[in-house]
């Protein structure tokens, strides 16, 4: 948890430097084929997106990449059953992903 806390600082910091105050990060800093990529829209969004995403590459770097997946594996079942109505609706949502081309619209 003290983990997690030190990335909210962190992010809060990098939200609040001198490139994010300027604009140098906004919506079109992201370029990809499908301009409404999930992942990428809206960028406030993102960021949350990105720092779990830094935590997981970091994590595979140092512990490698099974360890990588049951970490994430587990984090996503312990959420699923504190909030199974949020699963429930992912799963919906999902249903109409194409993650094919999620992957190559990136």
Known sequence: MLFLSKVKIETEVQMNSE????NECNDQSFSTK???HPLL?????????????????????????EAMLQYMEQFVD??????PE???KTNQALNDVDVRKLFHDL
């Open 19 to 22: 490139a994010w105050q300027n």
């Open 41 to 65: 829209t809206p960028l406030k969004n993102s960021i949350s997106v990105y720092v779990g995403l830094k935590i997981l590459l970091r994590m595979r770097a140092c512990l490698g990449l």
């Open 86 to 88: 949020l699963d429930r």
């Open 34 to 36: 499908s301009p409404k």
């Open 78 to 83: 312990k959420i699923s059953k504190r909030c």
